[in-house]
């Protein structure tokens, strides 16, 4: 992944200063003259006595309009899930983050609702944030440059923090923020409700087996609205969107049959643009159904 730095520099008026103590170890900022026990608790959020103070107002309305415009970022697909930090470095409001690309958050992917937000931030600060790539790490996951894809599939799993969509042609993650706008945020919160079930399920504990259902079966409430965001997509973009159906089952028979038609699966052989899934080590969509657009590894 690409680690981002995101940064503003509040212009204040003057007559105090948001730096934290020079001697600060984990202790709120000592400038504002109130008890350690207040000064504790307002750092913390709670809006408790010394929290009046205008600079103490003033770091928590930052902190709070920029979690706010990272977070609509994040849904935007232009952070990876869970990655982001926001923290004080002396006067700086600082957000760290892990993004798919190294222009990731460039401008032409902000969305109405993300400019008005950021709009806000740096009214209230009096100053521009300040994108900067700072780094990477071996964690990468590779997007799709195709010039034109054959199509779609909607999957992830637990420990996936990228994007629910990957290319047909390449199979590599397509950013959400590529996407039409208006698929963006639905299919953010279903990736996120999918993983957690997923997490469920992996953990084998309380919740495995219902958890599992929700991946399995083909008319789950977690999978019926994967398949209308998957066909909403598909109009969208006017290319096939594919559904990946969880299965662990064995394999009993070569060939199955839908679990919405009941027509005989497909191999994804007889399909040549599958090309990138089927170069996986792991064949993700092995059956397919053309008519109802479901994959899987494994006949049901
Ligand atoms: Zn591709
Ligand atoms: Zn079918």
Redesign the pocket.
């Known amino acids: 992944m690409f680690i981002h730095e995101i940064r503003i520099h509040p212009k204040c008026s003057g007559t105090y200063s948001l730096e934290t103590d020079s001697a600060w170890s984990g202790s709120p900022p000592s400038e504002f003259g109130i008890s350690a026990s207040v000064r504790s608790a307002s750092f913390r959020g709670f809006p408790v006595g010394g929290a009046s103070h205008p600079a103490a107002l003033l770091r928590d309305q930052l902190e709070e309009q920029f979690g706010i415009w990272a977070s609509l970022a994040e849904r935007n697909g232009q952070f990876l899930e869970n990655t982001s930090m926001l923290y004080w470095r002396g006067e700086d409001l600082v957000l760290t983050a892990g993004c798919l690309e190294k222009d990731s958050l460039d401008l032409r992917y902000e969305t109405e609702l993300l400019r008005i937000e950021r709009e806000k931030l740096e009214a209230l600060a009096a100053a521009s944030l300040e994108i900067s790539c700072v780094g990477w790490n071996s964690e990468a996951q590779c997007v799709c440059d195709c010039a034109e894809s054959a199509g779609f599939i909607l999957w992830t799993h637990f420990i996936d923090a990228g994007s629910p969509i990957a290319c047909v042609s390449c199979g590599q993650n397509v950013p959400l923020y590529r996407l039409p706008e208006s698929v963006r945020y639905p299919l953010w919160n279903w990736a996120s409700a999918y993983r957690k079930c997923d997490w469920l399920n992996m953990d084998c504990g309380f919740g495995e087996r219902w958890a599992s259902c929700q991946m399995r079966d083909a008319d789950s409430g977690l999978m019926r609205e994967g398949r209308a965001l998957a066909s909403m997509l598909e109009s969208a973009c006017g290319i096939p969107v594919w559904v990946y159906l969880y299965n662990d089952r064995t394999v009993r028979r070569f060939r199955a049959r839908?679990?919405?038609?009941?027509?005989e699966?497909r191999r994804s052989e007889d399909f040549p643009q599958f090309g990138g899934i089927q170069n996986a080590e792991y064949v993700l969509m092995a059956f397919l159904?053309?008519?109802?657009r479901?994959g899987t590894n494994a006949p049901f």
Do not use: A, S, T
């Open positions: 839908c679990p919405v038609c009941g027509q699966l159904c053309p008519e109802c479901l």
